[in-house]
């Protein structure tokens, strides 16, 4: 099982994920988005950070099926998009519900909450059901 880097820039996303929340880091500043975190805001330089917590929803901007090599705990192959959520940010997830021949960009996920440990919940990502307009 690959552990995911916590730290002082990351640890409000991953108490996030335990909460069932997906986190994106705000400037307190200007409320610019970003993600991934860090500790400056890249637009107006301030070091006054929050998050918003957000819909959870996105759409697949590209994706790779991971075959090889082999990581530990999992089962390949996994789909892994680059997904741009619903609130204008860019995030790298794992979609657990979309098979490999099936993935395409633009479409549209949820998020959901894969319990590990106490110490670790990850975000995965499934097929969104959405009202159709
Ligand atoms: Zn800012």
Same mark, same amino acid.
């Given at each position: 099982?690959? *552990? ?16 069932? $929340?997906? *986190? ?7 409320? +610019? ?6 500790? #400056?805001?890249?637009?107006?330089? %301030?070091?006054? *950070?929050?998050?918003?917590? #957000? ?19 999992? !089962?390949?192959?996994?789909?892994? #998009?680059?997904?741009?959520?619903? !609130?204008? +940010?860019?995030?790298?997830? $794992? +979609?657990?519900?979309?098979?490999? @021949? ?5 479409? *549209? ?7 590990? @440990? ?5 975000? +995965?990502?499934?097929? %969104?059901?959405? $009202?159709?307009?």
């Amino acid at each position: 099982m690959i *552990r995911p880097m916590v730290n002082r820039d990351s640890a409000y996303f991953w108490e996030g994920t335990q909460k069932g $929340e997906l *986190r994106i880091q705000s400037c307190n500043a200007c409320g +610019v988005l970003r993600h991934p975190p860090g500790p #400056a805001c890249p637009r107006c330089g %301030a070091l006054d *950070r929050g998050y918003v917590v #957000a819909s959870g929803l996105g759409t697949v901007f590209s994706y790779v099926v991971h075959r090889h090599p082999p990581i530990p705990g999992k !089962e390949l192959p996994i789909v892994i #998009a680059l997904i741009d959520l619903d !609130e204008g +940010v860019r995030m790298v997830g $794992e +979609v657990a519900d979309v098979a490999d @021949d099936e993935i395409e960009i633009g479409i *549209r996920l949820r998020v959901d909450f894969n319990r590990v @440990d106490d110490d670790l919940t990850l975000p +995965v990502w499934n097929r %969104a059901v959405e $009202e159709t307009r």
